[in-house]
């Protein structure tokens, strides 16, 4: 598969008999399921198969889809488990200094003197800022905070990073 497909939900159940699936958002953009958009199910080594919304309405912490062509349960059952993606076209321009997490995992992380910190493996959302988690050579992670005093420079296209540690983040 040469295309890049980007998580946007993931399919936990049912809903009704309507052919409504509930779905997990792993988005920080709700408007990926506006009705008409395209989205890709992607399901055990199956080609991705697009999927047109048909409907969308939120429901406790779920959002509820349905799709055109998909009106009853037997419809959708087999849907349980897969993901919802979208291709890395349909992606919106980000303003300057919001990056997509695809485009920083996977970065070299060096302090501001040139040595390499390691590689950013993992992003976490715990509250007020993103942290990176940083795979160093032969020690444990580093949890680097995304924040000013701390990243000084990300450079996307060569994918590297530049940090100022502050005092006792790398011990």
Not at 61 to 73: K, N, P, V
């Amino acid at each position: 598969m040469t295309e890049h497909f980007l998580d946007i939900g993931k399919i936990v159940n049912t809903h009704g008999v309507r052919g409504e699936v509930r779905v997990i958002r792993i988005t920080d953009f709700p408007e990926r399921f506006t009705v008409g958009n395209t989205v890709y199910l992607i399901q055990d080594n199956q080609p991705p198969q697009p999927l047109t919304i048909k409907s969308h309405r939120l429901h406790k912490q779920f959002d509820l889809l349905q799709f055109d062509g998909r009106d009853t349960l037997n419809d959708v059952l087999a849907f349980k488990g897969a993901h919802l993606k979208i291709k890395k076209d349909q992606l919106s321009e980000l303003p300057q200094g919001i990056y997509y997490h695809y485009e920083i995992i996977d970065c070299a992380v060096f302090t501001q003197t040139g040595e390499k910190v390691g590689t950013v493996t993992e992003i976490l959302s715990p509250g007020a800022n993103d942290v990176w988690v940083v795979k160093r050579h032969k020690q444990k992670d580093a949890l680097i905070p995304f924040i000013k005093d701390v990243v000084k420079d990300i450079d996307i296209p060569n994918k590297k990073i530049i940090i100022e540690p502050m005092e006792g983040l790398l011990d």
